[in-house]
């Protein structure tokens, strides 16, 4: 993930979570939930912490859903 802080983060929860079987939609909201818990955002004049981890949690999911779809048969 890259953005809500000030460098890359890898998120090997969130990657467990969808790893070694075909995800559904429970296992996108667990690994974007596993993401935001894993992050900690910065605040700046920008936008807040708080509004960062929402957004997290929200683009994780919708990234993840679009590349379920796209890996679709």
Not at 29 to 50: F, G, K, L, T, Y
């Amino acid at each position: 993930m890259f953005g809500p802080g000030d460098h890359a983060i890898a998120l090997p929860g969130a990657a467990a979570i969808l790893r070694d079987h075909a995800p559904g939609a429970h296992d996108i909201r667990r690994a974007a939930q596993a993401a935001r818990a894993a992050i900690v955002p910065c605040s700046d004049h920008h936008a807040s912490a708080e509004y960062r981890g929402e957004l997290i949690a929200a683009l994780t999911t919708r990234a993840l859903a679009q590349a379920m779809q796209e890996s679709a048969p």
